[in-house]
């Protein structure tokens, strides 16, 4: 089965950048999609086809990708942004969609 | 306003069904494909299932095949998942989401979600 790997935490302070990585097998070929998630929300989308902003999120999120390896950057980070990010896919040689496993941003 | 509500989670015990169902507003629901994903207390994402339009195409993840059976009602601007033989391993809460529009069934990001519904499978 395809698999999304995501680091599970990482920690950035206020004003700094964020990067959270997303690995899979050909992930260039695919389109990515990004998740924020706060605790006792439902998920809410934030980057969609890699790096588009649905309405409303700020331009501070953007998205880049490689071969292997999709990017979420976050810059300037507030403290509002704490969250679990997670990064998806449509796997079309299964019809699966394929979620990672999330990385829980702790704003210090 | 566009909005998904999901409904009938609770407590259950093993062994029995349950039939979660998802009301849509402010869209025109029978132009969208349809996901269910879950969370288990604690976890990750899990995807569950999706329906495209006209459910000509219905896909499951792999550990859902056989138990899940994911519909819609277009006339009722509704979802459902049905869930049969519920295990603890089931508890989670249930999401149901808008997939975006795209020449692909279920290519596009999930852009619309309900506040989700929570299944409690024990004894």
């Known amino acids: 089965s395809y698999v999304l790997a995501q680091s599970p935490s990482m920690s950035v302070a206020p004003g700094r950048t964020a990067r959270i990585t997303c690995g899979g097998d050909?992930?260039?070929?695919?389109?990515v999609h990004w998740y924020q998630q706060k605790p006792g929300q439902a998920p809410m989308l934030v980057l969609y086809?890699?790096?588009d902003r649905p309405s409303g999120i700020p331009e501070r999120f953007s998205g880049s990708k490689s071969e292997t390896t999709a990017t979420l950057t976050i810059t300037r980070v507030e403290a509002g942004d704490e969250a679990d990010y997670y990064c998806?896919?449509?796997?079309?040689?299964?019809?699966?969609?394929?979620f990672g496993g999330g990385t829980k941003l702790t704003v210090l | 306003e566009v909005q998904l509500v999901e409904s009938g989670g609770g407590r259950v015990k093993p062994g029995e069904s349950l039939r979660l169902s998802c009301k849509a507003s402010?869209?025109?629901?029978?132009?969208?494909?349809m996901s269910w994903v879950r969370q288990a207390p604690g976890r990750g994402l899990e995807w569950v299932a999706s329906?495209?339009?006209?459910?000509?195409?219905?896909y499951y993840a792999n550990s859902m095949k056989g138990r899940f059976a994911i519909s819609r009602d277009n006339a009722r601007n509704s979802l459902y998942l049905e869930i049969n033989s519920l295990r603890a391993e089931d508890t989670s809460v249930y999401y149901c989401?808008?997939?975006?529009?795209?020449?692909?069934?279920?290519?596009?990001?999930?852009?619309?979600w309900g506040q989700g519904t929570t299944v409690t499978v024990s004894s």
């Open positions: 989401a808008r997939v975006g529009q795209h020449p692909g069934i279920a290519v596009a990001g999930m852009d619309v």
């Open positions: 402010g869209f025109t629901f029978n132009t969208y494909t």
């Open positions: 329906i495209s339009t006209s459910m000509s195409y219905i």
């Open positions: 050909d992930i260039g070929y695919k389109k």
């Open positions: 086809d890699d790096s």
């Open positions: 998806q896919v449509w796997h079309s040689l299964t019809d699966h969609v394929v």
